[in-house]
């Protein structure tokens, strides 16, 4: 029964796993870095108290422009002009 013996290396081989020894060649000219284990982020503390809002009207507008130019607009085109808060939308500035 030379048949039973060249089935119980098969088999062996099987259970045991056929290992590939040496490393892949690199062709590629980019690395990509492997997946690694996601886990699920941490919930974030709610808040007791509604956050206040820092930019009211006395906070949008800091102070008027002084220089040779703005004058000028202040003379010719009766305009005003102001430095406001970076953070500020137009309607903001315009509501204050």
């Given amino acids: 029964m030379a048949g039973s013996g060249k089935a119980k290396s098969v088999a062996k081989s099987l259970t045991k796993g056929i290992s590939k020894?040496?490393?892949?060649i690199h062709t590629g000219v980019h690395?990509?870095?492997?997946?690694?284990?996601?886990?699920?982020?941490?919930?974030?503390?709610?808040?007791?108290?509604?956050?206040?809002?820092?930019?009211?009207k006395f906070s949008v507008i800091k102070y008027p422009l002084t220089t040779?130019?703005?004058?000028?607009?202040?003379?010719?085109?009766?305009?005003?002009?102001?430095?406001?808060?970076?953070?500020?939308?137009?309607?903001?500035i315009k509501a204050a």
């Fill in 31 to 56: 690395f990509y870095r492997g997946k690694t284990v996601d886990l699920p982020g941490q919930a974030k503390p709610t808040r007791s108290t509604p956050r206040k809002n820092t930019l009211d």
């Fill in 68 to 92: 040779e130019s703005s004058m000028k607009l202040i003379e010719d085109s009766n305009t005003l002009v102001f430095i406001v808060d970076i953070k500020s939308s137009k309607r903001q």
């Fill in 21 to 24: 020894k040496g490393t892949r």
